[in-house]
């Protein structure tokens, strides 16, 4: 059975960073993209960032509102991905996604492309 399991969330002020860490069970993940989403009281859930296989050169791509605040990467340890998150704004809060198990039915920043998910962690920003 594949689990997701995110960690790192939490309430910070504007200004203060948070790292999220993702940890896949149940099988490999290492040759396909993973992405993180976040979703904010009563909006969609939105991209935010992926990174491709280390195969594939571990190339990123992030939404236009986090570029240069938050980095993605994948971790020593198999199966782990982490969202590094700087200069956090208010509207960073949400409950953050981890997703994995990339289909080609939609693009790596779509929702719809990803088969796994975690429960998700909040990540609160106060003015």
């Known amino acids: 059975q594949v689990q997701l399991l995110e960690s790192g969330g939490g309430l910070v002020q504007a200004g203060d960073s948070l790292r999220l860490s993702c940890a896949a069970s149940g099988r490999s993940f290492s040759a396909e993209d993973m992405g993180w989403f976040r979703q904010a009281p009563d909006k969609e859930r939105e991209f935010v960032a992926v990174?491709?296989?280390?195969?594939?050169?571990?190339?990123?791509t992030y939404r236009d509102s986090v570029k240069g605040r938050f980095t993605i990467s994948r971790g020593d340890v198999k199966n782990t991905v982490y969202l590094q998150m700087n200069s956090l704004k208010p509207e960073d809060t949400a409950v953050y996604y981890c997703?994995?198990?990339?289909?080609?039915?939609?693009?790596?920043?779509?929702?719809?492309?990803?088969?796994?998910w975690g429960q998700g962690t909040q990540v609160t920003v106060s003015s």
């Open positions: 997703a994995a198990g990339r289909t080609a039915i939609a693009p790596p920043t779509a929702a719809a492309a990803y088969v796994y």
């Open positions: 990174i491709t296989s280390r195969a594939s050169g571990s190339i990123t």
